[in-house]
């Protein structure tokens, strides 16, 4: 069967009922067939930082995650692929509650951070999103200074008692996603005014400065050139000894790059999860096989 | 023969013209590749037969009158001319109301009623003259472009740059018009500037333009110190805007950030019906419900309100460009791009954190736009102030007094018969020019505004 048809085949498919089994398949078993849908690989993790168990989204009537089950350990660096529209930026978004924002999405099953459940009713999720950070996939600098930039999570968040508490707040920040360097003597210029790579390790400075645990990156490089996505990889290489980061890509060879685990999505289901060099050197399931070796995606 | 038979012959041979340039280009193609499609080549001789017989037509249309004029001028007796130019235009008058078969009002001296038949008479042999130099020019033109058509002739390039200088023209329309507005404005200024000087106009602080008529009257010696006036229209403008921008800027950051898409759809038209409820009923809304209801307040917290005041009109004015600040607002607040949000929503900032420090900030310039707009709407507006402010021109800062604004002056001058040459009413033009250059002053610094802040999102 080749991989056109396997998609076919599995979007035609009813949804098998998950037990609490799914997802542990361990060991050199059998390579599973395409048509398998339960993920495979090693999801789990002893002492997650996050973890999510049976995770279904829906916009409207479209059912964009099916039945997702992952743990994020500490100071991992977990990157997601998988082709166009399966789903991974959407499930991103789900461990910030970006999705709130979307009137028509809902969000079923636990996503639990250090144990407490993000989508529990007294959650606030201002909180939440101070804990967990996000990156977006085209820069997104305010329109406003770059001092101002990085200082605008501390100062809603009320991080920083004085003055100069917050410049060294805006200086750590900076220097940490460096740009330090490159900006320090024109803070009050706008920060719109960088250059693309530039305004993205902004974003990411400002993502920093107010302390999250979690940084989300939803595909941080497909707007940068090759040496601002260097730039760019070689800094999360640096956060990962601080942060844990889950980072969408397209880039197969990004993943590879920067990751410890990868994830891979296929229409709304996490097919396989296992440790990077694995899944790109010896992948288990065929649809993981598939897009890693570029015959579809 | 109907003198609009004329242009719709021309017409109809330039579609002639065009239907036989487009099966010439075929023919000579024969087989060639053609530079231009046959429409092109037909379009080219149809507009060769149009614009020359156009520009005749239109030469005669703005010159014939003048020129017949003249020749008739010159048969009619030497002392019938010789008695002055006043005498010279009543007699021109006379003549084209005889021309039109107006009746008069007086007995017709017979020389004239012989020159007017003889202005008839000449302008039927010129309009049949006009008519065949028309029509001979469009043929004639038409056929040397159809006979130059071959494979070869750029006719694209000639029709495209022929297209390009009529939409040249039809913008240059608004242009010239906001010009003419201006210059009728300023030469009837000028004329009221030779007689009251400008330093008394723009800083006198007494507006009083009842003046005798004749020298026998009483009445007062009329003084044209614009001041209180002006600062009437400020009061009134600024009390408008006091209720507008806030109003108008919560519901728009309401509209677009708030409601839900349902409440959107009807609420939205629903406060732009406001903007088109005839000032006339706005005024009378003013005069009519609001100011008594001001003046009844008033007097139960033991204030002297009047029952003409700038309060009443400004409050009413500010509902009406409600309309103007929400919309606008919405829209440019609509504008700034979801990723800003997302961005301040992914660092733990709440929604109207994100709507002070990100939104509005981002929108500010179309915001500021919108506001001047109503501004100078506000200083515009003329039907409330006319029925709601008063006309007594007082120099005060009470809101509760009655005041004038200039609009509301330049109707009270100008209704009613008037000569138009006496201060009182040329101070009309003055007052025109003075909004205008105020509204105009209030549009640069808007447009600077705009400019200076518009690229900071993108």
């Known amino acids: 069967m080749d991989a056109a048809q396997a998609v076919l085949k599995i979007s035609d498919m009813p949804f098998p009922a998950v037990d609490e089994q799914q997802g542990t398949v361990e060991g050199a078993g059998p390579a599973p067939r395409a048509d398998n849908r339960d993920t495979v690989g090693e999801p789990f993790v002893e002492d997650p930082r996050m973890t999510c168990r049976d995770v279904n989204v829906y916009y409207g009537e479209k059912h964009a995650i099916r039945d997702v089950s992952i743990d994020i350990a500490h100071n991992e660096v977990l990157a997601m692929i998988g082709p166009s529209g399966c789903g991974k930026s959407t499930f991103l978004r789900c461990l910030n509650r970006m999705n709130d924002t979307v009137d028509t999405c809902r969000v079923s099953g636990r996503i639990l951070l250090d144990g407490l459940d993000i989508y529990g009713r007294l959650v606030d999720v201002v909180p939440l999103r101070a804990r967990v950070g996000m990156v977006f996939q085209k820069p997104n600098p305010f329109p406003k200074s770059i001092y101002d930039n990085i200082a605008y999570g501390p100062r809603i968040h009320g991080l920083a008692e004085s003055r100069s508490e917050l410049d060294g707040i805006v200086e750590n920040s900076l220097k940490k996603a460096g740009l330090w360097q490159e900006v ?114 | ?313 400004g409050l009413v004015m500010g509902i009406m460009i409600i309309p103007f600040v929400s919309s606008l607002s919405d829209d440019v607040i609509n504008a700034v791009p979801q990723s800003l949000r997302d961005g301040s929503y992914g660092l733990g900032a709440t929604r109207s954190e994100t709507i002070i420090h990100v939104v509005l900030p981002a929108a500010l310039p179309g915001i500021v736009g919108g506001i001047l707009l109503a501004a100078s709407r506000a200083i515009g507006e003329t039907m409330i102030v006319v029925m709601a402010a008063g006309l007594s021109a007082r120099l005060t800062a009470n809101p509760l007094e009655a005041v004038t604004t200039v609009t509301v002056q330049i109707v009270t001058l100008l209704v009613g018969d008037q000569e138009f040459d006496s201060p009182k009413t040329l101070a009309a033009f003055a007052l025109g020019l003075l909004l205008f250059v105020v509204t105009l002053l209030l549009n640069v610094v808007a447009l600077y505004v705009v400019r200076r802040y518009r690229e900071e999102y993108e």
């Open chain 2, 1 to 313: 023969m109907s003198f609009l038979v004329v242009p719709c012959l021309l017409l109809l041979l330039a579609s002639v013209a065009f239907v036989q340039g487009k099966r010439r280009a075929l023919a000579v193609a024969a087989g060639e590749r053609l530079h231009s499609r046959p429409w092109y080549h037909g379009m080219l001789v149809a507009l060769w037969c149009l614009i020359p017989g156009l520009l005749i037509y239109l030469l005669w249309v703005f010159f014939a009158d003048s020129i017949l004029t003249r020749l008739v001028l010159q048969e009619l007796p030497r002392e019938m001319l010789a008695r002055g130019a006043a005498q010279k235009t009543l007699l021109v008058n006379d003549l084209h109301n005889l021309v039109a078969g107006h009746v008069a009002a007086r007995d017709i001296d017979p020389v004239l009623q012989q020159a007017a038949d003889h202005y008839r008479a000449l302008a039927a042999t010129g309009r049949m003259f006009m008519a065949f130099l028309m029509l001979g020019t469009a043929v004639l033109s038409a056929a040397l472009v159809y006979f130059r058509i071959s494979p070869d002739l750029r006719s694209r390039n000639h029709v495209e740059q022929i297209i390009r200088v009529g939409l040249l023209l039809c913008s240059t329309v608004a242009v010239l018009t906001t010009i003419g507005i201006v210059l009728s404005v300023l030469f009837e200024s000028i004329r009221f500037f030779r007689q009251v000087p400008l330093a008394e106009f723009l800083f006198g602080l007494k507006w009083s333009p009842q003046m005798a008529m004749r020298a026998d009257q009483v009445a007062s010696s009329g003084s044209f110190g614009a001041v209180p006036v002006l600062a009437g229209t400020f009061m009134i403008s600024a009390i408008a805007l006091a209720v507008a921008v806030p109003v108008g800027l919560m519901s728009a950051i309401y509209l677009s950030e708030y409601a839900a898409p349902g409440v959107r759809t009807w609420a939205k038209p629903a406060m732009e019906i406001l903007a088109g409820v005839p000032t006339v009923v706005y005024g009378f809304f003013a005069a009519l419900v609001v100011a008594p209801c001001i003046r009844d307040v008033g007097t139960m917290a033991g204030l002297d309100v009047s029952s003409e005041s700038a309060l009443a009109a």
């Open chain 1, 184 to 297: 320090h003597d024109r803070l009050d210029q706008p920060g719109t005014g960088l250059s693309g790579g530039q305004q993205q390790r902004l974003c990411i400075a400002r993502a920093i400065a107010v302390q999250p645990e979690v940084i989300l990156m939803d595909e941080p490089c497909s707007a940068l050139d090759p040496i601002a996505t260097a730039t760019v990889e070689d800094l999360i290489a640096e956060l990962r000894e601080q942060y844990t980061i889950v980072i969408v890509t397209h880039n197969m060879q990004q993943a590879a790059r920067v990751s410890r685990r990868t994830a891979y999505f296929h229409l709304g289901a996490l097919i396989e999860v296992g440790p990077t060099d694995r899944i790109f050197t010896n992948p288990r399931h065929r649809l993981t096989e598939d897009y890693i070796t570029g015959r579809f995606g």
